[in-house]
């Protein structure tokens, strides 16, 4: 079924984003991870594609792990990276056989490796290019990335914004938002959306912030604001990771609770394949 639909039925509801195992643990983890969040009858489910050094062969096998589950709406990520037409269209035409109808269309971040890397020189360049492919190509319900406090690497929100909407027209039916620590930016990309006419679902995406100084090192690369008092708070408990994990888990509750207090209800969160904290936070909210 279509992630558009589901969300037309349902203003209400949690999805859940996971990403591939590399090993025969890392498939064992991921398994218990997913057996143990299936419990909150999740919207949907997404698989992660490049991020990490994995590769989107093992973004499909575990896709069709989720899939064995049953009962799972899987959206597997895609990326411009090394993608010609030919190959996109095989991957494509494999999940449509496998019965996946839902696809995060992505550009994907520079591989680290190598130096001067242009998106320019790939046969898709930015996510618009794979929307457009896709939206062509049919049956798939298409997810985008849109950022509240803008893509590290644009000029200005409006021109981020703008970015946004050519893949929006494009063809995406929903999006789902860069992490944020501070709720009137989500607040404040819906209003600007909406200004521009933009009128899909946009689901904020919600990481635990239970790890200071990993969420730090993310958050310079991809331009996410962590307000400075719970920095404070959270860096002071350095020494004591389980405090520290009990702080964030309680600032994230209070950021969920804020979020569904002014109707943002359907809420995505990126599990990093950890389901504890997760049911933690869900469970009180
Ligand atoms: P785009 O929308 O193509 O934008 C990339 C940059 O180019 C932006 O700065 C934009 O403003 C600019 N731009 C867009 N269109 C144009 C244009 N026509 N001309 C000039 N500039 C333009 N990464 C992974 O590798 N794997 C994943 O599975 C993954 N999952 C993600 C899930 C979510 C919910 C989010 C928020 C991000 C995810 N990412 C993932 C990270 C994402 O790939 C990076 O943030 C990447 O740098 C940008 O991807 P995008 O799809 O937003 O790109």
Do not use: W
């Given at each position: 079924m279509?992630i558009s639909?589901i969300?037309?039925?349902?203003?209400?509801?949690?999805?859940?984003?996971?990403f591939?195992?590399?090993?025969?643990k890392?498939?064992a983890?991921?398994?218990?991870?997913v057996?143990?969040?299936?419990?909150?009858?999740p919207?949907y489910?997404?698989?992660?594609?490049g991020?990490?050094g994995?590769t989107q062969?093992l973004?499909q096998d575990?896709?069709?792990?989720?899939?064995?589950?049953?009962?799972?709406e899987?959206?597997?990520?895609?990326?411009c990276?090394d993608l010609?037409?030919?190959a996109?269209r095989?991957v494509?035409d494999?999940y449509?056989?496998?019965?996946?109808?839902?696809?995060m269309a992505l550009?994907?971040?520079p591989p680290e490796?190598v130096?001067?890397f242009n998106?320019?020189?790939?046969s898709f360049?930015?996510?618009?290019n794979l929307?457009?492919f896709i939206?062509e190509?049919?049956?798939?319900c298409?997810?985008?990335?849109?950022?509240?406090?803008?893509?590290?690497?644009?000029?200005s929100?409006d021109?981020?914004l703008?970015y946004?909407?050519?893949?929006i027209d494009?063809?995406?039916d929903?999006a789902v938002t860069?992490?944020?620590?501070?709720?009137?930016?989500y607040?404040?990309?819906l209003d600007?959306?909406k200004?521009?006419g933009?009128n899909i679902?946009?689901l904020?995406?919600i990481?635990p912030?239970?790890?200071?100084a990993?969420?730090?090192q993310?958050?310079?690369?991809?331009?996410?604001?962590?307000?400075k008092?719970?920095?404070e708070?959270l860096?002071?408990?350095?020494?004591?990771?389980?405090d520290q994990?009990?702080?964030?888990v309680?600032?994230?509750?209070?950021?969920?609770k804020?979020?569904?207090k002014n109707?943002?209800?359907?809420?995505?969160?990126?599990?990093?394949?950890?389901?504890?904290i997760?049911?933690t936070?869900i469970e009180a909210i």
């Open positions: 279509k639909d969300l037309k039925q349902n203003d209400k509801g949690i999805a859940f984003e996971f591939p195992p590399k090993s025969d890392g498939r983890a991921l398994i218990g991870t057996k143990a969040l299936k419990e909150f009858k919207l489910v997404s698989m992660t594609c991020a990490g994995t062969r973004t575990a896709a069709y792990l989720l899939l064995e589950e049953g009962g799972l899987v959206a597997p990520h895609l990326t990276l010609s037409p030919e996109l095989d494509l494999n449509k056989s496998k019965g996946i109808d839902n696809i550009r994907g971040d490796a130096n001067n998106f320019l020189d790939q360049s930015y996510a618009y929307v457009r939206k190509y049919g049956h798939f298409i997810g985008v990335a849109v950022y509240p406090e803008g893509h590290i690497e644009a000029s929100l021109q981020d703008e946004a909407k050519q893949k494009a063809g995406a929903f860069q992490m944020f620590f501070d709720n009137t930016y607040y404040k990309l600007r959306m200004k521009k933009i679902p946009v904020p995406g990481l912030l239970t790890d200071i990993k969420v730090k993310f958050s310079s690369i991809c331009r996410t604001t962590i307000p008092n719970v920095e708070v860096s002071s408990l350095a020494q004591r990771p389980q994990e009990k702080a964030g309680d600032f994230t509750i209070k950021q969920c804020d979020l569904v109707g943002a209800q359907r809420l995505h969160f990126f599990t990093l394949n950890k389901p504890r997760i049911k936070i």
